[in-house]
């Protein structure tokens, strides 16, 4: 029998003799968990060698199972084993916003879960914890922005303007802006404000770790009724907005596989060619975040349409190229100016 099945099996008969007053035969319960009574003795046997503080009475010529004390547990046991799992796969998930108000909601809460419970449900929990993990991935370390973050959610939950000092990557530069902050969005490695820039006078993005300073206002604001968030934010390939851009690109059989495997965008229309092949379109905002996406590819993607993003990505490719081309014999790189 499958370990995982063990495990699930066994949550199921703690859900349901802390649930039952009176407690359950072991006929019962095999008839709600559709195995044998022979296998639920098992189960409960393994229970109480674990440390459930688990018993049986006698009525009516009958054995009734029941968990002592269960009144007193206060955690809702209602949980399924995939819920919890859930539980904890989103705190792994949530490493990279550790020592924000984000990942520490989310202690907190298995932690109130935890602090309900005997040792012994503790230990099952970990157990149940070990069933899933997300893995260790590139991340940035959002610990430092913490205090940015709070206040940011702040804002956008009592609707209060901001400012803010803000630093552009592409200018290299800092600059003071007034935000009306609409959304908190995450794309891929990054967290990025979404909101209404008074210096533009036009709804920008601003990724939080560039945020060197904020202070919550007083004044007051209110996204527009006609304000779309999802429309806004819809040909993005990522975050960053632009004209609405048709892009063809071809991929080569041997990465064709790994496109098919996930939705890149919900424009994405894929063809698949006789030589095997595939080709890929979409509409996109802007040429910036998709010609990052090719060059990832390599040589297994040519870009077919529109001749603009086509000359990007040849520019990149030339200048990388060129570094193992013309690289100086002490490896050091020399920027163009």
């Not at 296998?39 to 010529?61: C, H, K, M, S």
């Not at 602090?115 to 970990?126: G, K």
């Not at 990388?320 to 013309?326: E, G, I, T």
């Amino acid at each position: 029998m499958a370990r995982g099945d063990q495990l699930s099996r066994q949550w199921k008969i703690i859900q349901t003799l802390a649930a039952a007053t009176y407690g359950q035969t072991v006929p019962d319960l095999a008839g709600r968990l559709g195995c044998t009574p022979r296998t639920v003795y098992r189960d409960l046997e393994a229970l109480q060698a674990g440390g459930f503080p688990i018993t049986t009475e006698t009525r009516d010529n009958h054995s009734y199972w029941r968990i002592l004390n269960a009144g007193r547990q206060q955690v809702p046991l209602a949980f399924t084993i995939p819920e919890l799992m859930a539980l904890y796969f989103g705190k792994d998930m949530l490493r990279t916003y550790r020592g924000t108000v984000f990942y520490e909601a989310i202690d907190s809460l298995l932690s109130k879960i935890k602090a309900t419970l005997p040792s012994a449900y503790i230990d099952y929990l970990d157990r149940i914890r070990n069933r899933v993990d997300a893995g260790p991935a590139p991340r940035k370390d959002y610990t430092r922005f913490g205090p940015i973050i709070a206040e940011l959610n702040r804002a956008i939950i009592d609707e209060k303007k901001i400012r803010m000092v803000y630093f552009s990557m592409g200018r290299k530069k800092e600059s003071r802006r007034t935000v009306h902050p609409y959304r908190l969005r995450h794309v891929e490695d990054t967290l990025y404000l979404v909101g209404y820039c008074a210096l533009r006078k036009e709804v920008r993005t601003f990724a939080v770790d560039r945020i060197k300073t904020v202070a919550v206002s007083d004044d007051e604001f209110q996204i527009p009724e006609g304000f779309d968030m999802q429309a806004f934010l819809q040909d993005s390939f990522g975050i960053y907005q632009g004209p609405p851009v048709t892009v063809q690109i071809r991929f080569l059989k041997s990465v064709a596989g790994y496109i098919r495997e996930r939705i890149w965008h919900p424009s994405q229309q894929l063809s698949d060619q006789a030589d095997g092949t595939l080709i890929f379109t979409a509409t996109v905002a802007g040429i910036e975040e998709i010609s990052h996406w090719i060059l990832r590819w390599g040589g297994g993607a040519q870009v077919l349409a529109p001749d603009e993003l086509r000359q990007a990505v040849s520019r990149q490719v030339t200048a990388m190229a060129s570094h193992y081309r013309d690289a100086p014999a002490d490896g050091h790189l020399v920027e163009e100016s």
